[in-house]
């Protein structure tokens, strides 16, 4: 029996310690009932990351690889719209994408831009016409499909 009393206390002190507790507490529903999602996303200083110190980031390394590249061979020149806005703009592009496809960063899973169909599996049947134990004629069945639907369909 103390054995129960206790473990109900401890039950108790845990809920309340739960609902204390942001972590272990359940999300709040807004007022048409709906959980409030404002938790999910980047952080303005995780866009500011992204968006922002990601591709300038990209671009310094390839103007430094540029600058190397020039102090190796003196004809090459150093070229700032070449060398640090086209990789600029990549690593931007990339960022803006991964963006899109996350959700504006709100999911782990990657959904695609443009749902594809799903592909369908196709059966060939081959369909056998015996006499007297030889095989007479071999008809694919999905060639005669294709015209009976196209009959029926008119």
Same mark, same amino acid.
């Given at each position: 029996? *103390?054995?129960?009393?206790? /473990?109900? !206390? ?5 809920? $309340?310690h739960?609902?204390?507790?942001? *972590?272990?507490?359940k ?8 959980? =409030?999602?404002s938790?999910?996303g980047?952080?303005?200083?995780? /866009?500011? +990351?992204? +968006?922002?110190?990601?591709?300038? !980031?990209i671009?310094?390394?390839? @103007?430094? %690889?540029a600058?190397?590249?020039?102090? #190796?061979?003196?004809?090459k020149?150093? =070229?700032?719209?070449?060398? +640090? ?5 990549? *690593? @931007? *592009?990339?960022? %803006? ?7 504006? +960063? !709100?999911t782990?899973?990657?959904?695609? @831009?443009?749902?594809?169909? $799903?592909?369908? #599996?196709?059966?060939? %049947?081959?369909?056998? $016409? /015996?006499? =007297?134990?030889?095989?007479? &004629?071999?008809? &694919?069945?999905? &060639? ?7 009959? /029926?369909?008119?």
């Open positions: 029996m *103390a054995k129960t009393k206790s /473990k109900a !206390t401890s039950d108790e002190a845990f809920s $309340k739960a609902e204390q507790d942001s *972590a272990l507490s999300p709040a529903a807004d007022d048409d009932g709906t959980l =409030n999602k938790s999910k980047l952080t303005t200083i995780g /866009k500011i +990351f992204v +968006f922002l110190v990601f591709p300038v !980031t671009g310094v390394i390839a @103007l430094y %690889i600058y190397l590249e020039t102090r #190796r061979t003196p004809d020149v150093l =070229n700032f719209d070449q060398d +640090f806005m086209v990789p600029f703009l990549l *690593a @931007l *592009a990339m960022s %803006i994408v991964i963006g899109i496809q996350t959700g504006g +960063f !709100t782990n899973e990657v959904k695609p @831009l443009v749902p594809w169909p $799903k592909v369908r #599996r196709v059966k060939t %049947i081959v369909r056998k $016409k /015996k006499k =007297n134990g030889q095989i007479v &004629e071999v008809v &694919e069945a999905s &060639e005669n499909e294709n015209e009976t639907t196209s009959k /029926k369909d008119n």
